[in-house]
C-alpha cells in the first residue's frame, strides 16, 4: 500500500508543515505506523550555499567522531547543530538525527566535471553501505528530510514539522513488506537534489540496481525506493536528460505503441528503450520525485498504483489520494487522474 | 581376440503376437538394424542406436528397445562407459568421437535455480489480459542518449545508433551448417524462424541458395575454415557470426568427413566435392585481442557497417575476461556456447571434459561487463543445454539477452538425441546427407513442429514474467533477485549471485 503526496508552490511561496502533515495523516488506512517522512525544500535559506547533511546516530558519542574527521576530509564543516526533536509516546527514538551544513572542496575530486556533487554522492555512498553507526539520508542544498519509524503525526510532531517552511514538500506513509520499518527504511529517499517518495513494488529492481551499481552507485537501504533516486540522478543529472525524458525510460511506451508512432519519433523512443533498458522499472508504482525546482509525478505503464493530480493557482499537488489533497485545499480545482506511465510535472515559474 | 565382443548396447524385439510383417521397421531402419529373411524379420541389435525410427513407425507397437540389458559387474568407478572406451581404444588406438552434447552425469545448474511469483503487495499480471513485451534488440546500444530539446516542444535524437537485430522472442535457433544437418532441416527451421520473427545461425556451411529467401532471418557464420564465405554470403545476412569456439569442443577444430561432401554442399560451402571439410582450431589470423578486432571491422567494412558482427566463444573458465575483450573490440554481441552444446561429432573427451555450464559462464560474463561499465557494448546470447523455457527464463535472469537452440529444435524435427550423427546415417533426415534419408523430413510439417515449438515457449515465458510482475523482457534481464537457487553450494551462490531458497 503506502500513501504518497506531494506540492510545490510554482512561485516558491512558502508553506509550513501543519498541512501536509494533516494530509498525510488522512491515508493512514494506507499506512501501518512503521515509517513515515517529509521533505521540504526551501527551508535552509540562511545556508543555502552548503549542503545541508541529516544522519542518524546510533551512538552519539561513538559515531560522531568518525563521521566528521571523515567529512572534513573532503571539505568543511560550516556549522552542525542536533536536529530538533519533541520526544512521543507513540514513537521510540532509536537515532540522534543531526545536521551538518557542509561545503565540499572540489579540489579534491580533480576529474569529475561535478566534483562537489561526486564528493557528496561518494560520502553518501561510503558512509550508508559502511553501517558504521552513521546514516546520511538527506544531502541536498536548502532542504531537508524528516523521518521516522511511525505514524506520520507522531513523526511529524516529534521533528515539529510545523516549523519548517517549504515551497515544495513530499511526504509518505509507509506499510512496509520486504523490508522492515527502520527509520533508514521510511521514504523520503534523497541523494543530494533529488527526492523520492513511492507507493509500490519494483519487480525489475535486481535489473535496476544491477544497472546502477555499474555506475558507482550502491544501493544500502535494503529498499527498491532508493534505486528511484539514483536512476535520476544518474539520467537527468550525469546524462542531462529532461525530466520528462528520463521518466520515459522508466516507463516507457509499449512496442505496439511506438510501432505506430511517426518515424522520428518512434526513432527516439527506441533509442530510449534500447539505451535505458535497464533503468526501465516494472511492477506496481506510484513514484514522486522532486528537485530544487521541480516535482514529477508518475505511475508505471499499467498503472497499478492510484496517483491523483490537483491544480490549485500555483500550486500543484500529487497523491494517491484526492482526500489527501482536500485536506491541504478543500476548493482545488482541476483534479485528474494521469494516464499510466505519463509524468505529470510542475516547475516553479523561476 | 583378446578383448572380444562388448555387450551390446541396445536389444531390439518384436513381439510376435503383435507384428502383423509390415516390413516398416525394416523400410524405416538406417542403421539395419531388420532384414527380412523369407517371411520373417531378422534383427540385428548390435547396429541399433535406439532412434526411434522404428519405434515411431511401427503401426502395432511391436517392437521394444531394451538399453544395456548384459550388466557388467558394477563398479563405481570402473563405469561401464570407462571400461568400453579402454576397449575401443585398444582395439584402435584412436581418439573417440562423439556426437550430441556433454553425456557425463554433472549436475544441471539450470535444474537447482527456481524462479519467483508475486503475491498480494504486488499483483501478477495476466498476459492474457495485458501487453506483455518480450521484443528484444540484438546489439550495441549506446550507453547514454544525447538529447536536445527543441523550440517547437519536440526532442532531437543527436546520438547515432549502431544496427541492431530485432527479435520478437528470446529464442533464436543456433548454427547448425548445411553438411552437418540436411538441407531439408535447414530449410524447415529457416521457415519456423521467419514465421514467428526470430533468427537462425547458417553454421560454418555456407548459404544454400534455396535459403535466399529466408536470409533477412540468416545469421552467416565466418569460422576458421571461412567455409562459404564471399561477399555475396555476408551481405545476404542479417548479421554475421565470427565463431571462434563451441562449447562441445572448445580449443578443438572441426570436421566434416570428405563422404557427406556431396555436390550441393561442395558448392556451398566451396571445396572440392568429396574433399574433407577441416576447419582449424584456431583462426589462423587470430592469434590475439587485436586481430579480432581487424577481423570484425573488416567484416562490417565489407559490408559498409550496416550488419551487427558477433562473435562465439566456447564458455571456459576464463570466458568472462575474453567476452570483456570482445566487446572491446568492435563486436554487437557475444555469445557464450556451455558445455552442453551439440555437435554432429566431436571427441568424447572435450565433449564431456572440457569447458563449463552455460549458467556460470553468462552470470560471470554479465558480472565482468557490468564492472568495467561496458554491458551496453554488447548483447549476451547464451547457448549450448537450453531444454524449455524455464532455462530461457532462467538465463535471462542472470544476464543473457537472448537463446540459441540447437538440440532442442532438432527434438522437435523427430530427433531422439541418440547421439550418433557423425555416422552420417541418421534416420530422421537430419544428420545425414543421404538423399533417400533427407527425404524423410518434410519441410512444411516439420517447420511448423519447430514453429509451434518457439511459439509455446514464448507463452510460457510470457506467463512466468506476468507471474513475476513483469510485462517487459527488459526488467527479467539480469534480474537475479527473482531467481533462488536450491542445494546449490555458497561458491556457486556466489557466482551466480543470487540467493538461497528461504533468503
Known amino acids: 500500500m503506502c500513501g504518497i503526496i506531494g506540492v510545490i508552490d510554482r512561485r516558491r511561496q512558502l508553506m509550513d508543515g501543519t498541512k501536509i502533515k494533516e494530509a498525510l495523516a488522512s491515508m493512514n488506512e494506507r499506512g501501518s505506523g512503521e515509517g513515515a517522512g517529509y521533505v521540504a525544500y526551501g527551508i535552509y535559506p540562511e545556508y543555502k550555499e552548503y549542503y545541508a547533511l541529516h544522519v542518524f546516530f546510533d551512538h552519539i558519542r561513538e559515531h560522531k567522531v568518525p563521521l566528521e574527521d571523515l567529512l572534513e576530509k573532503w571539505g568543511t564543516i560550516v556549522h552542525d547543530e542536533q536536529i530538533k526533536t519533541c520526544e512521543q509516546p507513540n514513537l521510540r527514538k532509536v537515532h540522534t538525527p543531526w545536521r551538518y551544513f557542509f561545503r565540499p572542496d572540489p579540489t579534491l575530486m580533480p576529474k569529475s566535471t561535478t566534483p562537489e556533487e561526486d564528493i557528496i554522492t561518494h560520502l553518501v555512498m561510503k558512509v550508508n553501505s559502511e553501517r558504521n553507526g552513521a546514516l546520511i539520508f538527506s544531502s541536498g542544498k536548502n532542504l531537508g528530510v524528516f523521518k521516522a519509524a511511525g505514524w506520520p503525526e507522531d513523526v511529524a510532531n516529534f521533528y515539529r514539522i510545523q516549523d519548517y517552511k517549504g515551497y515544495l514538500w513530499l511526504a509518505h506513509n509507509r506499510y512496509p513488506t520486504n523490508t522492515a520499518g527502520w527509520w533508514g527504511g521510511a521514504h523520503p529517499f534523497n541523494l543530494l537534489d533529488w527526492s523520492v517518495v513511492h507507493n509500490g513494488e519494483i519487480t525489475s529492481y535486481g535489473t535496476n540496481r544491477r544497472y546502477i551499481e555499474s555506475f558507482g552507485y550502491k544501493c544500502t537501504m535494503y529498499t527498491d525506493t532508493e534505486v528511484v533516486a539514483y536512476l535520476v540522478d544518474l539520467l537527468v543529472r550525469k546524462h542531462g536528460l529532461s525530466e520528462k525524458m528520463a521518466v520515459r525510460a522508466f516507463a516507457p511506451p509499449f512496442w505496439e505503441d511506438i510501432d505506430r508512432m511517426p518515424a522520428k519519433e518512434q526513432e527516439l523512443n527506441r533509442a530510449i528503450r534500447l539505451t535505458y533498458g535497464s533503468a526501465m522499472m516494472n511492477g506496481p508504482f506510484a513514484i514522486c520525485v522532486a528537485n530544487e525546482n521541480t516535482l514529477v509525478g508518475f505511475t508505471d505503464r499499467i498503472k497499478l498504483r492510484p496517483l491523483v493530480v490537483g491544480e490549485s493557482g500555483d500550486r500543484l499537488f500529487i497523491s494517491s489520494e484526492e482526500a489527501a489533497i482536500r485536506r491541504i485545499d478543500k476548493d482545488v480545482g482541476n483534479i485528474f487522474m494521469p494516464k499510466a506511465g505519463e509524468p505529470v510535472i510542475g516547475r516553479v515559474y523561476v | ?503
Request: proline share 5%; charged share 25%; with cysteine.
Open chain 2, 1 to 503: 581376440m583378446s578383448i572380444g565382443s562388448t555387450p551390446m548396447k541396445f536389444r531390439v524385439t518384436i513381439d510376435p503376437e503383435r507384428c502383423m510383417n509390415c516390413g516398416r521397421c525394416v523400410e524405416n531402419c538406417s542403421y539395419g538394424v531388420f532384414r527380412r529373411e523369407g517371411d520373417s524379420i531378422r534383427i540385428n541389435s548390435r547396429n541399433c542406436a535406439a532412434c526411434h525410427r522404428c519405434i515411431a513407425f511401427c503401426p502395432r507397437d511391436a517392437i521394444e528397445i531394451e538399453e544395456k540389458p548384459n550388466d557388467y559387474r558394477s563398479h563405481p568407478v570402473w563405469t561401464r562407459e570407462v571400461r568400453e572406451a579402454i576397449f575401443n581404444q585398444a582395439r584402435t588406438g584412436r581418439i573417440i568421437l562423439s556426437g550430441m552434447g556433454n553425456a557425463k552425469p554433472y549436475p544441471i545448474i539450470f535444474d537447482q535455480l527456481v524462479l519467483d511469483a508475486c503475491q498480494v503487495t504486488n499483483p501478477s499480471i495476466d498476459p492474457l489480459r495485458e501487453p506483455m513485451e518480450l521484443r528484444t534488440y540484438l546489439g550495441k546500444k549506446p550507453a547514454s542518449l544525447s538529447l536536445r530539446p527543441l523550440p517547437d516542444g519536440e526532442v532531437e535524437l543527436r546520438t547515432k545508433l549502431t544496427p541492431n537485430l530485432q527479435i520478437e522472442t528470446p529464442i533464436m535457433i543456433g548454427h547448425m551448417s548445411y553438411g552437418a544437418i540436411s538441407l531439408n532441416a535447414q530449410t524447415a527451421l529457416a521457415k519456423a524462424v521467419s514465421r514467428v520473427g526470430t533468427f537462425m545461425g547458417t553454421g560454418e556451411g555456407g548459404l544454400h541458395e534455396s535459403l535466399y529467401p529466408y536470409q533477412d532471418h540468416m545469421i552467416v557464420q565466418v569460422a576458421s575454415g571461412r567455409f562459404g564465405v564471399d561477399i555475396n554470403y555476408l551481405e545476404r545476412g542479417a548479421a554475421i557470426e565470427i565463431k571462434i569456439g563451441q562449447g562441445a569442443k572448445p580449443g578443438i577444430g572441426g570436421h566434416l568427413p570428405g563422404d557427406k561432401v556431396c555436390t550441393d554442399i561442395s558448392c556451398t560451402r566451396m571445396i572440392p566435392e568429396g574433399s574433407d571439410a577441416i576447419s582449424p582450431a584456431p583462426h589462423h589470423d587470430i592469434y590475439s585481442i587485436e586481430d579480432l578486432k581487424q577481423l570484425v571491422r573488416s567484416l562490417k567494412e565489407a559490408t559498409e557497417w550496416k550488419k551487427p558482427v558477433f562473435v562465439k566463444i566456447a564458455a571456459v573458465h576464463n570466458s568472462a575476461a575474453i567476452a570483456a575483450g570482445i566487446a572491446r573490440s568492435g563486436a554487437d554481441a557475444v555469445v557464450v556456447d556451455g558445455f552442453r552444446g551439440g555437435s554432429g561429432a566431436t571427441p568424447r573427451v572435450f565433449r564431456d571434459h572440457v569447458g563449463i555450464p552455460v549458467e556460470a559462464a553468462v552470470a560471470s560474463v554479465d558480472a565482468k561487463l557490468r564492472d568495467q561499465g561496458i554491458r551496453n557494448e554488447v548483447s549476451i546470447i547464451a547457448s549450448g543445454g537450453i531444454r524449455e523455457s524455464a532455462d530461457v527464463a532462467k538465463i535471462i535472469c542472470l544476464g543473457a539477452d537472448a537463446v540459441y537452440i540447437g538440440t532442442s529444435a532438432l527434438v522437435a524435427m523427430g530427433c531422439r538425441v541418440c547421439g550418433t550423427c557423425y555416422k552420417g546415417t541418421c534416420a530422421w533426415g537430419i544428420a545425414t546427407q543421404k538423399p533417400e534419408l533427407v527425404r524423410r523430413l518434410d519441410v512444411e510439417t516439420n517447420a511448423v513442429q519447430v514453429e509451434n515449438l518457439i511459439h509455446g515457449w514464448t507463452l510460457e515465458l510470457a506467463e512466468l514474467m506476468g507471474a513475476a510482475g513483469i510485462n517487459s523482457i527488459e526488467s527479467l534481464r539480469g534480474n537475479r533477485d527473482r531467481l533462488r537457487g536450491y542445494m546449490l553450494d555458497e561458491g556457486l551462490l556466489q557466482v551466480l549471485d543470487v540467493k538461497t531458497v528461504g533468503a
